[in-house]
């Protein structure tokens, strides 16, 4: 890693019964991934708030994870589906923000999916150092 | 005041290989309100746990935060040590600097530091702002509901009710038994289904702590663990149950024959009958579709037109005790109870969607389970293996295993498990009712894990000389008297042509009928195939989502008698555990409403997945939210929609999770 390259802060909230079982497993697999990551355990992806994210972004956060069960797996049954259809409208929320919505992601992990965790990490990882620092007052911003 | 202390724990190497220990120390100490900052070896340990008490009361700590494995791991380790110092369990955070830093960032120590540090100081955040919670007793039910007659619904209502617990067994059949008492012998020691049975029936029925309820179903299920309100609907028999000494003179007398459902259709039965001899109870039902003076009265009614139907009555003017019972109507049984076993069981698969076995309409191809009727003495056939076509002995049978199992075309890709063992049995039993019958076996694998019966499908081969032929059955049509069965060796990689008399289709398991609405009546989940969902496939197997509720036997999926025996035990375990408390404890990290700032939009109704919120009108007439704390299972979607913010969750409050949003980074 070259010295002085940027790193991305980045935030995940992950539902307690899927996503953060998979980031454990991920663990106990020793997959490793970028220890850029910070991780919010949450009981279900439906529990955000689309204001924590917002919240989190102001905080700092180069990018932002949220991650549950997939569709139809929820442990709450229908949890998952509510946060597809909120985050699905935060993004261009955020777009009007002047927060890129490359830097939001809602990704579903199952409880036995380590290595996607992983890869899931790792490539926002990557996608955020291609993006590079957040500009709090962005040129992005449209109105 | 929040006093808070810092617990790091090495896990040995573990943590400590990787996450500088002193570093996470020193940073701790200076997050606010952490007033000390401690290692340990390994803090799950004896020693580890009485170190964190000695800390906790030494420094007068009131909340702790643990920076060690995942708190899926040891939180409740930890909550117990929390009880041990004295303090509200509820007032413990648990950093994970293993799972999701020391194992993940070995390569990396500098980094992994810090995140360890990161991941103290979001727990510190959130346990500043803990709340001291209390679980709630609730009373409960000490009744339990099985849904089902068959042998696992048996075994689990007999093993609650020997515990001391009263138990209602509803069956939708006339009888219990289910499929195991259409069988002959079972599998892997040829014992007789039925003398196995039979005595599991009669001690069901004569057990003083059980309520049999047959031809019944349950239509709604409410309430929470322990408390569960449901709603069965006893259908109308036609015949006073107390009255009825199960003679049997109605139906030898009645006219009206039917094709016989227990016999797969093999045979007939009468307009009032009982499925099968040593029913239980032996209290016979009148089909109303079929006897013929439901029919007159029907036509009397002006339900029905046509030709005016007989008046017949011959079993009630036969019945010695005048047990027939025409205004009998189906009644509606509310009872309360605390626990519920689903085993609710499974069907076989209708091969007639299989055309090229000849799609049901070629007589003498039967399924397992009609030939299995014709092998038992009170069956259709009194026991003796005849062609349906014409009566007369098979001498060549050919059997194909897979039928509707293994079969992605046909939506059925599981494996059924049983056909392979029921398939080799039949093999066997075929040769022993007759020395000259020759048996084929069509099959993919042989599918033998279980004790003992990889050496009984192995004698089926060796003793009784099956003729095991690896591959399918691509067509069977009739030639003559006989079957020609069109199918491929792969093993020997060339097509086989089998002339038979018979062909038996090893047909496989599927979800009863019903089963998703029942699911769905009791809000369980269900897989693509309409099984019941266990809460986990390798842990809890009988358990559901839904706490109180259990399910076993061949409803989760394909299973074997031994297995839904066990699971039927195991359901039944569960439920004695449940009511050996007196009363339960309500986990506290629910759903809450504050009262003054709900505006009653009522959103968070809408959303609850479990109907936990119900509404409340205050003194001043506003309409609130009103959560109830036992159907609650914590989800927090609630909390996510309410826009006053009136709703809160529990352990994870908005205050608490926008604390640690707070203190991502430093």
Redesign the interface.
């Known amino acids: 890693m070259a010295v002085g390259e940027f790193e991305p802060?980045i935030?995940g909230f992950l539902c307690?019964w899927c996503s953060?079982?998979g980031?454990?497993?991920?663990?106990?697999s020793?997959?490793?991934?970028p220890?850029n990551i910070?991780?919010?355990?949450?009981?279900?992806s439906?529990?955000?708030?689309p204001l924590?994210v917002v919240?989190?972004f102001q905080?700092?956060?180069d990018g932002v994870l949220v991650a549950g069960c997939h569709l139809g797996d929820c442990?709450?049954?229908?949890?998952n589906f509510?946060s597809r259809r909120?985050f699905a409208l935060l993004a261009p929320f955020l777009d009007y923000l002047g927060i890129q919505k490359e830097r939001f992601r809602l990704e579903w992990v199952s409880a036995s999916e380590g290595r996607k965790f992983?890869d899931v990490v790792t490539s926002f990882t990557n996608d955020l150092k291609k993006l590079g620092p957040r500009n709090v007052l962005s040129s992005g911003g449209r109105g | 005041m929040a006093r808070i202390g810092v617990f790091v724990c090495h896990c040995g190497t573990n943590i400590a290989g990787v996450v500088s220990i002193p570093a996470v120390l020193e940073a701790a100490k200076k997050m606010p309100g952490v007033v000390v900052a401690a290692d340990d070896k390994y803090s799950c340990s004896d020693p580890g746990q009485s170190h964190i008490r000695a800390v906790i009361e030494q420094n007068k700590l009131n909340r702790v935060v643990i920076g060690s494995c995942?708190?899926?791991?040891h939180e409740f380790t930890f909550r117990k040590v929390m009880v041990k110092a004295g303090l509200n369990p509820y007032f413990l955070e648990v950093a994970?600097i293993?799972?999701?830093?020391s194992?993940?960032?070995?390569?990396?120590k500098e980094?992994?530091t810090?995140?360890a540090i990161?991941?103290v100081r979001?727990a510190v955040a959130k346990v500043a702002r803990d709340e001291a919670l209390f679980p709630k007793k609730v009373p409960l039910t000490k009744r339990a509901l099985v849904i089902g007659g068959g042998i696992t619904g048996m075994q689990a209502a007999l093993d609650i009710a020997n515990a001391g617990h009263p138990v209602t067994l509803v069956e939708r059949e006339s009888s219990i038994g289910g499929h195991m008492a259409q069988l002959d012998k079972t599998f892997p020691t040829l014992d007789c289904s039925a003398c196995i049975l039979t005595p599991k029936m009669v001690e069901i029925v004569q057990h003083p702590n059980i309520t049999l309820l047959t031809y019944s179903e349950v239509r709604q299920v409410s309430g929470f663990v322990g408390n569960f309100d449901v709603e069965i609907v006893k259908k109308a028999r036609k015949v006073d149950a107390k009255k009825c000494t199960g003679c049997g003179i109605c139906w030898l007398k009645c006219p009206e024959k039917v094709s016989a459902e227990f016999n797969e259709g093999l045979g007939e039965r009468k307009a009032i009958y009982v499925p099968f001899p040593q029913a239980v109870p032996l209290v016979p039902k009148v089909d109303l579709e079929n006897c013929l003076y439901i029919k007159y009265q029907n036509y009397v009614e002006g339900k029905s037109e046509g030709k005016r139907p007989m008046q017949c009555r011959i079993c009630e003017k036969l019945c010695p005790v005048q047990a027939l019972a025409w205004d009998q109507q189906d009644e509606i049984v509310k009872e309360k109870f605390g626990a519920i076993v689903v085993a609710t069981g499974y069907k076989t698969f209708d091969p007639s969607v299989c055309g090229e076995y000849g799609g049901g309409k070629l007589p003498d191809v039967i399924s397992g389970l009609q030939l299995e009727r014709m092998f038992n003495s009170s069956g259709p056939t009194g026991g003796e293996v005849l062609r349906p076509s014409d009566g007369a002995h098979p001498k060549t049978v050919v059997l194909v295993s897979c039928v509707g199992s293994r079969d992605e075309q046909r939506g059925r890709p599981y494996c059924s498990k049983i056909c392979c063992m029921y398939t080799a049995k039949q093999t066997i039993l075929l040769k022993e009712h007759d020395p000259e019958v020759q048996c084929y076996v069509f099959y993919i694998d042989i599918r033998t894990g279980g004790k003992d019966y990889e050496e009984f499908a192995r004698r089926a081969q060796e003793e009784y000389g099956a003729l095991y032929l690896r591959g399918r059955v691509s067509r069977i049509y009739e030639d003559g008297k006989q079957l020609v069965v069109l199918g491929e060796d792969s093993l020997m990689g060339r097509p086989v042509e089998i002339r038979a008399d018979m062909v038996v289709l090893a047909t496989g398991v599927e979800a009863n009928e019903g089963a998703a609405e029942l699911a769905q009546t009791m809000?369980l989940?269900h897989d693509v195939y309409d099984f019941l969902t266990e809460a986990h496939p390798k842990l809890k197997p009988v358990e559901t989502?839904t706490d109180g509720i259990l399910v076993a036997g061949a409803c989760v999926g394909p299973k074997d008698i031994p297995e839904c025996v066990a699971q039927g035990g195991a359901a039944a375990a569960k439920v004695s555990a449940l009511f050996s408390q007196e009363m339960l404890t309500s986990d506290p990290m629910v759903a809450s409403v504050d009262n003054a700032r709900c505006i009653g939009c009522l959103l968070c109704v809408q959303?609850c997945?479990?109907k936990a919120i119900d509404t409340q009108v205050l003194r001043n007439g506003r309409t609130v939210a009103l959560v109830n704390e036992s159907l609650c299972?914590?989800?927090?979607?609630c909390?996510?929609?309410c826009r006053p913010k009136a709703v809160n969750?529990r352990g994870?409050t908005?205050q608490q999770?926008?604390a640690?949003?707070?203190a991502?980074?430093q």
Not at chain 1, 23 to 28: E, H, M, P, Q, S
């Open positions: 802060k935030a307690n953060y079982a980031a454990d497993l991920a663990g106990t020793r997959m490793s991934y220890p910070r991780i919010i355990r949450v009981p279900c439906g529990r955000v708030d924590f919240k989190t905080q700092g956060a442990h709450y049954n229908e949890g509510y909120r992983s | 995942s708190p899926r791991m994970n293993r799972e999701q830093v194992w993940v960032h070995s390569n990396d980094k992994a810090a995140k990161d991941h979001i809000k989940s989502q959303v997945p479990y299972r914590a989800c927090g979607l909390p996510a929609v969750l994870f908005n999770l926008l640690e949003v707070n991502l980074w």
